[in-house]
């Protein structure tokens, strides 16, 4: 099976997760309240890869991260899906001003509220990441 690699970051801040409301016209998983991320492309690696995505969907940059774990989601979308192996890292320190570039929507989630994400692996991951890091 071939997996699409994909990296997803977990800000965490006062109790609560930053999520994304993805938008509409999304190829993969539309209108879903997940944890924001993106594919990883030829040539990155994943920190590569957190480094860019951070800047196209938040316009922040990582000033500390650490690797949490990896899953697998199998991304919707109208005509396929797409299985995801997800490469989740905690980015527990930021620079600039959280904005929604490519998402409908990002807002801060309570860490009492996970069961409000649409995907599980997300959920799973947060709690692995406050394990490992904040416990």
């Known amino acids: 099976m071939e997996f699409a690699e994909c990296v997803s970051f977990i800000l ?7 999520v994304e409301k993805r938008r ?3 190829e993969f998983d539309p209108s879903l309240l997940m944890v924001p ?3 990883m492309e030829e040539g990155e ?3 590569d890869t957190l480094a860019r995505e951070l800047e196209e969907e938040l316009n922040v940059e990582a000033q500390s991260a650490g690797y949490v774990c990896s899953l697998v989601h199998t991304a919707e979308s109208d005509s396929e899906s797409e299985v995801q192996r997800l490469h989740y890292y ?3 320190d930021w ?3 959280i904005e929604a570039l490519e998402a409908e ?3 801060w989630l309570s860490l009492d509220e996970l069961s409000q994400l649409d995907a599980e692996p997300d ?5 692995e990441a406050r394990r490992l890091y904040l416990s």
């Open 12 to 18: 965490i801040q006062d109790g609560a997760v930053l």
């Open 24 to 26: 509409d016209d999304k």
């Open 37 to 39: 991320g993106g594919h």
């Open 45 to 47: 690696d994943q920190l």
């Open 90 to 92: 905690l980015v527990s």
């Open 95 to 97: 620079q600039g001003d």
């Open 105 to 107: 929507a990002v807002y």
């Open 123 to 127: 959920r799973i991951a947060v709690n």
